[in-house]
């Protein structure tokens, strides 16, 4: 009687060993999970920086960046360079480019903030002072607009 | 230390990491909105349930009960199927039918998933307005820029 009595005592200790170890298990498991996510979700926002915004990210995000995303952003900006070389022949090919289907090949941009001076291919240069209208070349305005710098107005 | 037999609430990613069909370390008892009672509900007029209070995860929560072994499993599993059936129609109509209106009385009564839904056929509509309009080629900012000028940060220069 004696030892039925130790075998079932171990029996259910031991049960109770297993609930808290898969217990345990479980809630790290859960975390590891949460910080995955979020951390994933990091890095689709900085992914899509590089075609929203730009190649070099403001300083305000840059800032709130670990250094494996900032090694991230880099890596992800050479293989996509690389891929844009390869493709479109000679030059290669600036898929950021004209991600909405352009109509003209100049747009009427207005200023949204002070920026200084800005320089189009014929060697001329612009004064982008806040709130002055301007009308030019659509691929040299694109990513200022995209960075907030300037407006797209439409006619 | 848990008693045998004892009952408590716990959320459902721990309860599917200790539910186990060999050794029986718990037993679920089904949320009542699954049960036998509201399946009726549901079979009737689905319409009208507001599941954004009943949910608001109802599909994908449900979904997750059927890993438990419960003989009601197959009744569960149809329940739900035919409950988004008899709802689907009537979010598409609304969500291709408003434009530039205020939906909070449309969107409140449906579930996470229906509201993902409801937004995804908002956007098609928006995104078709603003085509119609000539809109579609202008450039816009970077959503994440325009936010990130309304908030201040500790300036980080170099």
Redesign the interface.
């Known amino acids: 009687a004696a030892s039925c009595r130790s075998r079932s005592e171990a029996k259910s200790g031991r049960?109770?060993l297993?609930?808290l170890i898969?217990?345990r298990?479980?809630?790290l498991?859960?975390n590891q999970r949460c910080v995955v996510a979020y951390l994933y979700d990091r890095l689709l926002?900085i992914r899509?920086?590089r075609w929203?915004?730009g190649s070099v990210l403001?300083?305000?995000?840059?800032?709130?960046m670990s250094a494996e995303e900032v090694e991230w952003f880099n890596r992800y900006k050479k293989s996509l360079a690389t891929y844009m070389r390869s493709v479109g022949g000679e030059e290669g090919l600036d898929l950021t480019q004209d991600?909405?289907?352009?109509?003209s090949l100049y747009?009427e941009v207005r200023c949204l903030k002070d920026y200084g001076e800005f320089e189009i291919d014929d060697g001329t240069t612009v004064l982008l002072k806040k709130n002055s209208q301007h009308f030019l070349p659509?691929w040299k305005?694109?990513q200022l607009?995209?960075?907030?710098v300037l407006?797209?107005v439409?006619s | 230390?848990?008693l045998q037999g004892s009952k408590l609430e716990i959320p459902l990613?721990?309860a599917k990491?200790?539910h186990?069909s060999k050794?029986r370390?718990i037993s679920m008892e089904l949320p009542k909105i699954y049960r036998e009672a509201w399946r009726t509900v549901f079979s009737a007029d689905a319409n009208v349930v507001d599941l954004h209070k009943m949910g608001p995860y109802y599909y994908s929560f449900g979904s997750q009960l059927l890993n438990f072994e419960n003989p009601e499993n197959p009744e569960i599993a149809q329940t739900i199927l035919q409950t988004f059936i008899s709802r689907f129609r009537r979010i598409m109509d609304s969500s291709q039918n408003a434009y530039n209106e205020d939906t909070s009385a449309l969107v409140a009564r449906l579930d996470e998933l229906e509201r993902a839904l409801f937004r995804a056929g908002q956007k098609g509509l928006n995104d078709f307005q603003c085509w119609e309009k000539?809109?579609?080629?202008?450039?816009?900012?970077?959503?994440?820029?325009?936010n990130?000028?309304k908030r201040k940060?500790?300036?980080?220069?170099?």
């Open positions: 049960t109770d297993i609930f898969r217990f298990h479980c809630c498991l859960r926002r899509a920086l929203e915004y403001p300083s305000a995000i840059h800032f709130h991600i909405k289907p352009p109509k747009i659509r305005c694109e607009i995209r960075q907030g407006e797209h439409l | 230390s848990f990613w721990l990491g200790l186990d050794r370390i000539g809109q579609a080629s202008q450039i816009t900012a970077s959503s994440l820029v325009q990130y000028g940060f500790t300036d980080m220069d170099g």
